[in-house]
């Protein structure tokens, strides 16, 4: 699929048939996740994937806006002990969110759907995730991707809006 059409197609998909991800698109969404830009290539993340069992259902009622039927989720968490010193060290949250966008659209590329679930600044969420993940201190949770066969598909759609560019000489 072109890039082109993979960005404009990706839209948040939160209906998804009984069908599992298999291991090797898992494999490729951690592949497209982990080229991702990351300030001096700190590569500052960590992916928690959670098949369908116990642990899926505590992770999606961790926040109120993540109860979607998929049978995957990868949680997308920052590590602080790999990023950069103060006062840099929250360049992590965009390194991470560089890297959930980059399985977003590689999901749409495998035919597969996908929502990004915000965590990180919300300190209830990210204090459920870390209960039910047991996660060290040191693994923040920014996000979390539901994936899976989309049952809804919404349109693609272009949002571009000229007001919004500021051409500067
Ligand atoms: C940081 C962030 C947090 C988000 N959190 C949620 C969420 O908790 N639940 C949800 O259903 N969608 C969530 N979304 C998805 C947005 O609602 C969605 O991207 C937006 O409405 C635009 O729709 P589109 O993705 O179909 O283009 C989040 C997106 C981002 C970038």
């Known amino acids: ?14 209906k998804y048939k009984d069908i599992p991800v298999s291991d090797e698109q898992i494999d490729e ?3 497209a996740a982990m080229s991702g830009p990351s300030a001096c290539n700190k590569t500052p993340w960590e992916f928690y994937v959670v098949k369908n069992g116990p642990t899926l259902d505590s992770v999606k009622k961790s926040s ?40 977003l659209l590689r999901a749409v590329d495998l035919g597969l759907g996908a929502v990004w679930c ?8 990210g204090c459920n995730l870390k209960e039910c993940l047991t996660l ?3 693994h923040i949770p920014l996000g979390i991707v539901h994936i899976g066969y989309p049952e ?18």
Not at 118 to 125: E, H, K, L, N, S
Not at 152 to 166: A, F, G, L
Request: proline share 8%; net charge negative.
């Open 64 to 103: 109120l806006f993540s109860r979607f039927n998929s049978s995957l989720v990868i949680v997308v968490c920052g590590n602080t002990e790999r990023a950069l010193p103060a006062p840099i060290t929250e360049y992590w949250v965009q390194d991470c969110s560089a890297a959930i966008e980059n399985i």
């Open 118 to 125: 915000g965590a990180y600044p919300q300190a209830r969420v």
């Open 29 to 31: 969404l951690l592949h």
């Open 152 to 169: 809804d598909t919404p349109e693609p759609r272009d949002q571009y809006d000229p007001e919004r560019v500021h051409f500067v000489i």
């Open 136 to 138: 060290p201190d040191s």
């Open 1 to 14: 699929m072109e890039l082109k059409e993979a960005l404009l197609k990706r839209r948040s998909v939160r």
